[in-house]
């Protein structure tokens, strides 16, 4: 199991995904039972993202895989490297991705579209271990 940082004054999400109905429909899912503790940001880019997040610290981030020229795994593994403990939660609509995301340290890979149920079930752990 893993355990989110708790020292971070407001808990933070970040998702990233290049379609942006599949973006707010995530950000939907998670604001809806995260609780007030979350503060949730949006990116529909990756370079956008790891800007921010060379400013801000992340308890979480949801990545999309396929996002045109970028790869949501390169990403992730920049942004471990300045932020090694973060947790990941990767989201694709390409399946072909599910084995290539075990080059890098997430939880879940979810494939898109993503049923509340299975959002649910799989994040809850994560959200309420705090």
């Not at 999400?13 to 503790?37: Q, R, S, V």
């Not at 060379?54 to 300045?82: Q, R, T, W, Y």
């Amino acid at each position: 199991m893993y355990i989110i940082r708790t020292d971070l004054a407001a808990m933070l999400c970040c998702i990233c995904d290049d379609n942006t109905f599949h973006l707010k429909h995530i950000k939907d899912l998670f604001t809806g039972f995260a609780g007030g503790d979350w503060q949730c940001q949006t990116f529909s880019d990756p370079r956008t993202l790891i800007n921010f997040l060379h400013i801000e610290k992340a308890a979480l981030v949801i990545m999309d895989i396929d996002l045109g020229d970028e790869n949501g795994i390169n990403c992730i593994k920049e942004i471990h490297s300045f932020q090694p403990g973060v947790v990941v939660i990767f989201v694709s609509a390409n399946i072909e991705f599910c084995s290539s995301v075990y080059t890098v340290d997430h939880v879940y890979f979810l494939p898109k579209p993503i049923p509340i149920i299975n959002f649910l079930l799989l994040t809850e752990p994560i959200i309420w271990i705090i």
